[in-house]
């Protein structure tokens, strides 16, 4: 079977591998106080064109969010995303867990607009009974959505000045940010988001990595006590130059934009190919993940050979799937679904 139902299905980038091994009999200190740690967070706050962001490593994009949001937010406090956002759909309550509502926003494309923003808030403060309700204080977005879709730079910045306006946090789960950055189209740069974000994270599970996140504060505000957080949330590895090691070799001679870039491209073949057979999307985007909608016994065929993920029902007849290319797609992989959906459509 060929899998591209996700990006994480393969383990890591060989040159992550060959440091890993490289350096497997150093002796280091723990929970990422090691000076792999503390070289990759220079790289990264180079990067990001803030020298002076706290910068963090954590395990996974689970404990990442419910993490940051459990630290940024009182107990009366709740995020505020869209509908299909993350920490709303796929994280099993873990947000909610730590005492915390997610209040979510519709969306058709994934993204959350400062107005949405705006009309929410001044809703809750203008309400009567607002102490009775879970106080709006920190905004959640992902670039790309869980649809592939990405925010402008535009959108990003009436964001941040809504949120910057009304007092709230703005949060930017990264956990697919180089394909992201590296999307035809993209207009937003790291520098950015670093600038225009309280906090938002690096992901390295879903672009080469084996496993972790590289957390990115900009507001000093919310570091406060954060690696107490990190602890008690179970995200600090004692390892912990696990981490570091990871990411000082993605963020070495601009490897974690590269393998990105190749995935994207990779999925721009794909999409085209599905574009060539007038395979309608779900949404559209330019980003590594593909959401055709296309008939059941086409997807039967398809899955004798493939494995992707299922999204919705659209009709009796129709379901719209997700194919994802990631930084270890075989290109000849692509090359041979091209030619199967050409066969079949």
């Known amino acids: 079977m060929i899998y591209f139902n996700n990006d994480y299905a393969e383990g890591c980038h060989e040159k992550i591998l060959e440091a890993l091994a490289r350096t497997n009999m150093d002796q280091t200190p723990g929970y990422g106080e090691d000076a792999y740690c503390a070289a990759a967070a220079a790289k990264i706050r180079a990067a990001c064109q803030a020298p002076e962001a706290a910068v963090h490593f954590l ?202 870039a190749r995935a994207d491209r990779l999925a721009d073949k794909l999409r085209a190919a599905f574009r060539a057979r007038k395979v309608p999307m779900l949404v559209e985007n330019t980003t590594n993940q593909l959401f055709p909608i296309l008939p059941d016994e086409v997807l039967a065929k398809l899955a004798e050979k493939y494995v992707f993920s299922e999204q919705q029902r659209i009709d009796e007849t129709h379901r719209a799937v997700r194919f994802c290319t990631s930084w270890a797609t075989k290109e000849e992989n692509v090359e041979a679904l091209c030619g199967d959906l050409k066969a079949l459509l």
């Not at 007092?167 to 600038?195: H, K, Q, S």
């Open 59 to 260: 395990v996974g994009g689970t404990q990442t969010n419910l993490t940051v949001i459990d630290a940024a937010l009182r107990p009366h406090q709740g995020a505020l995303c869209p509908v299909s956002g993350h920490i709303n759909v796929h994280e099993t309550g873990a947000v909610e867990a730590t005492g915390h509502k997610v209040l979510t926003v519709p969306s058709e494309d994934g993204k959350l607009t400062a107005a949405q923003v705006e009309q929410v808030v001044v809703a809750h403060r203008t309400d009567g009974s607002f102490e009775h309700m879970a106080q709006p204080k920190l905004v959640y977005i992902s670039n790309p959505t869980e649809l592939g879709t990405l925010y402008t730079l535009s959108e990003l910045e009436a964001l941040s000045e809504t949120c910057r306006r009304l007092g709230l946090y703005l949060f930017l789960d990264g956990a697919r940010l180089g394909y992201g950055l590296e999307a035809a189209g993209n207009d937003v740069t790291l520098p950015d988001i670093a600038r225009l974000c309280d906090v938002f994270y690096i992901g390295g599970t879903k672009v080469g990595a084996l496993f972790g996140e590289a957390v990115v504060f900009s507001n000093p505000a919310l570091t406060e006590d954060f690696r107490y957080l990190i602890k008690q949330h179970g995200g600090m590895l004692a390892k912990g130059r696990l981490l570091g090691i990871q990411f000082d070799t993605l963020m070495t001679d601009n490897l974690y934009f590269k393998i990105a």
